[in-house]
């Protein structure tokens, strides 16, 4: 379970929009404040490049589908996306082949299991079943149209980028940490090879998914591209439809599922929007139809999920109304307290 001083924060109904502009920038910044001090968690060693971070980092951002941004803390710091990845590359893949056949290929279901489990697989036939695994995400990767690893990357750089607005660069000392310590990822594309799982060779695959989580994002990034998903695909800074609608609605249903791994299920009940961590300290959150939030620090909980990051987006979830699951009884008000005391009961 989350820990339990999120829980005298009032519940709030999902129903309506997001409150107004300073009063969203004063609930991020209060949540903000409101974890710094927070020194649960590890920070993530079996990669070693990621073992240098500054375990005090704590970023968090909010961009609603609008275009304005609200930020507090270390949301400048570059950090490696990671796992998080796998959304917007499930996404970009889902565009471009079909729901159908990524459905068929990967699967959408919850393993139950770590996020690199290898059981998982054997159980199920040698399906991957989703694409916020490992060995999912590996599958998804290898999947994306392109006639050559050259493209197949460029592809994936340009659209990650084109989710964030901006150009984003490889972090290659990221990239070489990970490359010389990805021996479990590479049994893994080796094990889908051998089920017919698996659209290019296996050592290709990895290295493309290596570098896809290499990418260096900020919170701030991560907001934006979670409001681009949360806006029907249109990214709110650029203004350009990155991927179509129902391909924005087919990942958000996925992350609902999987995108929090064995904790998926826990997430929704107590926070109650799709959602990707990264093991560099990341998580995305999206509310459908308002916005996204981005958090960094790299302290993580024994699922690899960002401890500091969990607290402030639940108290978010709750602040503002974006748990998809409330609603306030037909014809009454929508009970959403729009004042910063109010959010703080």
């Known amino acids: 379970m989350l820990e339990a001083d999120v829980k005298d924060i009032a519940q709030r109904s999902s129903t309506g929009a997001l409150p107004q502009h300073d009063r969203v920038g004063d609930l991020v910044a209060h949540a903000h404040e409101r974890y710094a001090s927070v020194d649960d968690g590890t920070v993530a060693d079996y990669i070693p490049v990621l073992a240098e971070a500054d375990p005090a980092w704590f970023g968090l951002s909010l961009a609603s589908i609008d275009g304005r941004c609200h930020s507090a803390g270390d949301t400048g710091i570059g950090f490696s996306i990671q796992s998080i990845s796998k959304a917007f590359v499930f996404a970009l893949v889902c565009d471009a082949i079909g729901h159908d056949e990524i459905r068929r290929v990967v699967g959408v279901d919850n393993t139950g299991m770590a996020f690199n489990s290898v059981v998982a697989i054997e159980l199920n036939g040698g399906s991957p079943m989703n694409s916020m695994v490992n060995a999912g995400a590996i599958a998804t990767t290898a999947l994306m149209p392109a006639t050559n690893a050259d493209e197949r990357w460029a592809l994936i750089r340009d659209g990650l980028s084109r989710f964030a607005g901006r150009p984003l660069m490889l972090d290659g000392e990221v990239y070489r940490s990970e490359s010389f310590t990805n021996h479990r990822n590479q049994a893994l594309a080796r094990l889908l090879q051998s089920y017919d799982r698996l659209a290019i060779g296996p050592r290709e695959a990895v290295d493309i998914y290596t570098r896809q989580c290499s990418l260096s994002v900020t919170a701030d990034d991560l907001a934006v591209m979670g409001a681009t998903l949360a806006d029907g695909g249109v990214n709110p800074i650029t203004g350009e439809q990155v991927v179509s609608a129902e391909t924005s609605r087919d990942t958000l249903a996925l992350l609902a599922a999987c995108g929090m791994y064995e904790r998926s299920g826990e997430w929704l009940f107590e926070i109650g929007i799709p959602a990707k961590s990264g093991v560099a300290g990341g998580i995305v959150a999206i509310a459908p139809g308002k916005g996204a939030v981005g958090a960094f620090s790299p302290r993580l909980d024994s699922a690899g999920n960002s401890?500091?990051?969990?607290?402030?987006?639940?108290?978010?979830?709750?602040?503002?109304?974006?748990?998809?699951?409330?609603?306030?009884?037909?014809?009454?008000?929508?009970?959403?307290?729009?004042?910063?005391?109010?959010?703080?009961?």
């Open 307 to 345: 401890v500091r990051g969990q607290r402030a987006c639940a108290y978010l979830s709750r602040a503002l109304g974006l748990n998809l699951f409330a609603s306030a009884p037909h014809g009454a008000d929508s009970g959403i307290d729009t004042t910063t005391e109010g959010a703080l009961r």
